[in-house]
């Protein structure tokens, strides 16, 4: 099982494959199933928007593929690694090389500056500080912050707060971006302009992208395919036709 | 994550509740500083002990005796004498000592019980004799008159308590005593008689027999010697400032002859009933005798040399090893209560940084949401500890000498308004600055176990949650 991240897969191959998954948790008495069964497969380029009502077990599901929750039963196999048998450490290494994250509420440490932020995961891999800092600098550059390199997020406006977290969900070249309901902290213009980038990602670094979202018009927008999730399970699979030129692209002011 | 790096962030989240953890580091300085002190106490007051043992002149010293003296027959019967075992401390051995290396000085123990008179009113006490070389031990600092004037003159140096006697001075219990330059008036330059039994070489008066020689013949075997009585005049050349009980040693006597003129007195002592049965010369028997070293440092191999001989030897060495085995307790227990403070530091540390995980939730979610491992969690919150125990450690260290200079100071003061000369009790050696540092540094991560388990442990999913 190799945690050192490769070259995306060509569009085509599996990336995620999800069989009878499921993930139940004890509230007291009774039992929550969050998570129910559900089988699925994302291939590699893919852009998937997972949608539902809150409750249906969307986020449960990212955080599965995430790496960061595990199931109760069932599979999650990404990139042939079965994460419900890898331990702990094994887990983060993949978090680490394999996963980037993003969130609606950024999640950015308070007390770093936006570089520090963005390089972070790298302090974690342990590169050495001087490629550290051009990785961190290309990154910022990448999402049009160069200039708030040195501010705190609390200095920053909720799209740059997103888009610093973008920069540093890219910074170890993972080939997984999660987005959990990346726009629902932003106003629709910001909004947009963050899903642009996402989808750039998409298109010209090759990353998969699944984003949880309860907007069908975004995932409609950007999204290839739409899976619809209610209490746990699948309930519904859509593609979607993004071809170029069909106007939906270039989101409306 | 690489040592630098943690090192960095640990110190960056330290700064973000500064107050909180400099208290906490305060808290850990403050129990270093109790530690320091009490330790340096113990070894202060071990070096002033030390430098006052070597100052007697005792440290340099090997006192030989024989080892029938000392055993029990029973215990002899048992193993059986051997030659070694069994020799008599005499001129021969004397003379032996003499030669071996290192040795500066080798002389017997003189000392018996008599009577001295003194304008015609005897005295009853314990004489000993000390030669030329003693005028160096401390013990004569406080003298009144003057030291011996040569080996074999005909002069005693009297102790206080004595002097008192001789005056018919001597004051109630709880009276104040009188001082030594009072006692030295009268008494200086006066004549003394002293009145001992003379052992007289092969006489042919009545020979002794030897009390313990019961199942032998009490025919004269090998030598033979009488025993007269002989008076000596005495002048009086100095008065010691000393308590009898605070003299070591062969010095525990009230009067003091010089050597040369108790060696040529032949004055008959205890010794001599015992060994007479043994000592195959006429030379004199000895019960004891001390060794002079020239170099304390050089004192085992000659008390090795002696004990080879067939001697019981005894010097400040094993008195000093005695004492070091009291300092080891003596440390032990200052340290204890030395290190309760800092045990209660150590809470605090655990108290800030279990505080930390509740207050940092959310950042240690981010951080394994992002790919921090168990271990990365862990050593962050592990460095934080280990940096407010350096920190703590070496203010600690800081605070525990400074308190340390001021009671030194404080005492010093109040011992020069008694009249009583400086010393310097408090020391803070080398080695107790890195133990005390490193001892906090321990205590430290120690403490930071428990909140960097828990902070681990801490469920990513749970945490990002929690707001």
């Known amino acids: 099982m190799t945690t050192a991240p490769t070259i995306p897969a060509a569009l085509g191959t599996v990336a995620i494959r999800s069989e009878n998954l499921c993930r139940h948790y004890r509230m007291g008495e009774s039992v929550i199933r969050a998570v129910d069964g559900v089988s699925l497969e994302i291939r590699s380029g893919e852009f998937v928007a997972l949608l539902g009502s809150s409750g249906s077990g969307k986020s449960s599901m990212l955080n599965l593929i995430a790496g960061l929750d595990r199931p109760t039963s069932g599979s999650v196999v990404v990139q042939e690694r079965d994460l419900a048998k890898l331990s702990r450490e094994e887990l983060a290494k993949y978090r680490l090389h394999v996963v980037g994250m993003v969130f609606q509420s950024f999640n950015l440490i308070p007390s770093m500056t936006v570089t520090e932020n963005v390089e972070l995961p790298l302090r974690f891999a342990e590169v050495d500080r001087g490629r550290r800092d051009s990785l961190a600098r290309e990154s910022l550059e990448r999402v049009g912050l160069k200039a708030r390199m040195g501010h705190r997020p609390s200095e920053l406006s909720g799209g740059e707060q997103q888009r610093a977290a973008l920069a540093r969900a890219l910074i170890n070249r993972p080939q997984l971006l999660l987005a959990d309901e990346p726009t629902g902290n932003l106003d629709s213009h910001t909004g947009t302009e963050i899903m642009d980038m996402v989808r750039d990602f998409n298109r010209e670094l090759g990353m998969t992208v699944v984003m949880v979202t309860h907007e069908r018009a975004l995932a409609e927008r950007y999204a290839r395919r739409m899976i619809f999730l209610a209490d746990g399970k699948l309930v519904d699979e859509r593609d979607n036709d993004l071809s170029p030129g069909s106007g939906t692209e270039r989101g409306h002011a | ?467």
């Open chain 2, 1 to 467: 994550m690489k040592i630098p790096d943690l090192t960095e962030l640990a110190l960056r989240n330290l700064r973000e509740s500064l107050l909180r953890n400099s208290l906490t580091t305060v808290g850990i300085s403050v129990g270093v500083a109790s530690l320091v002190a009490m330790l340096s106490l113990g070894t202060g007051l071990q070096q002033m002990l030390s430098r006052r043992l070597e100052k007697s002149g005792l440290f340099d010293t090997v006192f030989v005796s024989s080892r029938r003296d000392l055993r029990s027959g029973r215990q002899e019967e048992r193993s059986g004498p051997t030659p070694g075992e069994s020799r008599v401390l005499d001129e021969a051995a004397r003379v032996e000592m003499e030669h071996l290396p290192n040795v500066k000085e080798v002389f017997p123990d003189i000392r018996f019980s008599t009577e001295l008179q003194f304008e015609d009113k005897p005295h009853l006490t314990m004489i000993s004799a000390l030669p030329l070389s003693a005028k160096s031990n401390d013990s004569f600092d406080g003298m009144q008159g003057s030291f011996f004037s040569s080996d074999t003159a005909p002069e005693v140096i009297v102790q206080k308590s004595f002097a008192e006697e001789l005056l018919g001075k001597t004051p109630p219990l709880g009276q104040p005593e009188p001082s030594v330059g009072e006692l030295a008036k009268p008494l200086l330059g006066k004549e003394l008689i002293m009145r001992y039994a003379q052992r007289a070489e092969g006489g042919d008066q009545t020979t002794v027999p030897g009390p313990e020689n019961d199942n032998k013949e009490s025919e004269p075997v090998g030598g033979s010697y009488s025993v007269v009585s002989r008076e000596q005049k005495l002048t009086i050349a100095g008065i010691l400032d000393l308590d009898p009980e605070s003299l070591r040693g062969p010095m525990r006597a009230r009067v003091f002859l010089p050597l040369g003129l108790a060696e040529n007195l032949h004055v008959m002592q205890l010794v001599d009933l015992r060994e007479i049965t043994r000592a195959a010369s006429e030379q004199p028997v000895y019960s004891s005798i001390s060794v002079r070293v020239k170099d304390p440092s050089r004192i085992q191999g000659v008390e090795d040399a002696i004990k080879k001989m067939g001697f019981t030897t005894f010097s400040i060495l094993d008195a000093s090893r005695s004492l070091q085995q009291v300092f080891r307790v003596l440390y032990a227990f200052l340290g204890i209560f030395g290190s309760l403070a800092l045990i209660v530091a150590s809470i605090g540390i655990v108290n800030t940084l279990v505080m930390a995980i509740l207050e940092r939730r959310r950042e240690i979610g981010i951080m394994k949401a992002i790919g921090a491992s168990d271990g990365d969690v862990k050593k962050l919150f592990f460095a934080e500890a280990g940096a407010m125990g350096i920190a703590g450690g070496i203010i600690g260290v800081v605070l525990g000498w400074a308190i340390g200079q001021v009671i030194n100071f404080g005492t010093n003061i109040y011992l020069k308004s008694q009249s009583i000369p400086p010393e310097h009790f408090w020391a803070v050696p080398l080695w107790l600055v890195a133990f005390a540092i490193g001892f906090a540094c321990f205590v430290s991560l120690i403490s930071g176990l428990y909140p960097a388990g828990r902070a681990a442990k801490l469920d990513p999913v749970q945490a990002l949650r929690y707001e």
